[in-house]
């Protein structure tokens, strides 16, 4: 079982460039979310979807977009990116939002420049 | 908004002791979820309580939910070099992180 595959692992950006951060599960869940990861600052949600269709901003959304087109796929866009968007990014899926199981992906390490 | 605060931010334990992380919400939380970390690692979840004063048990890691649903903690018995990483709550249906716990641990 490959779990939530995250593409790709590191990724340099100079700023101002954009990029999509890839995000894909095989275990048919409903509810899939985007965490950045900075020190001293635990897991802040970024987005999230509840199914396909459907996505809704989590706590730090700006500067990033999502859609959620299969049930599968949630790939994060970086627009713009600035070097405040240095940081390392998880995508998660779970069969439901905060009361089940949420299975990570590996994590991308973005550095901006 | 929901806030989760998690103390302390880093501990380091000489192999053996024990090792407690607290997690405090300014809400009653519906559900906690505890998730460890590896160093370069991503986070893997560990347990999950949901009632008023729930204790569970993993070997050496015991977790517990409060009466007024609004702080857990979990506790690890006598650490081992294999408990290295950074511990975790997320509270509640929006799954809200703590900042976490760091622990090390000297052989």
């Known amino acids: 079982n490959a779990g939530v595959t995250q593409t790709p692992k590191f990724q340099v950006l100079k700023t101002g460039q954009s990029m999509t951060l890839q995000c894909a599960q095989d275990?048919?869940?409903?509810?899939m979310s985007w965490y950045r990861q900075d020190p001293g600052m635990g897991l802040r949600l970024i987005h999230y979807?509840?199914?396909?269709?459907?996505?809704d901003q989590g706590e730090v959304p700006n500067g990033y977009n999502v859609s959620r087109s299969t049930t599968e796929d949630f790939p994060l866009r970086l627009l713009s990116a600035a070097p405040s968007q240095t940081s390392v990014y998880f995508c998660?899926?779970?069969?439901?939002?905060?009361?089940?199981?949420?299975?990570f992906g590996q994590g991308t390490r973005l550095t901006v420049v | 908004g929901q806030q989760v605060m998690q103390i302390p931010q880093y501990q380091h334990v000489q192999e053996g002791e024990d090792f407690t992380t607290y997690c405090n919400s300014s809400?009653?939380?519906?559900?906690i979820q505890w998730y460890k970390q590896r160093p370069g690692g991503h986070p893997v979840f560990l347990i999950q309580?949901?009632?008023?004063?729930e204790v569970k048990k993993q070997k050496r890691l015991t977790f517990q939910f409060g009466e007024a649903k609004k702080n857990s903690s979990l506790h690890i018995t006598a650490t081992q070099t294999t408990d290295v990483g950074t511990y975790f709550c997320a509270g509640g249906n929006d799954m809200r992180f703590g900042a976490g716990t760091r622990l090390t641990v000297k052989p």
């Open positions: 809400t009653t939380l519906s559900n």
């Open positions: 309580l949901v009632k008023s004063g």
């Open positions: 979807s509840v199914g396909a269709g459907i996505t």
């Open positions: 275990m048919n869940h409903e509810y």
């Open positions: 998660a899926s779970s069969y439901r939002r905060g009361i089940s199981e949420a299975f």
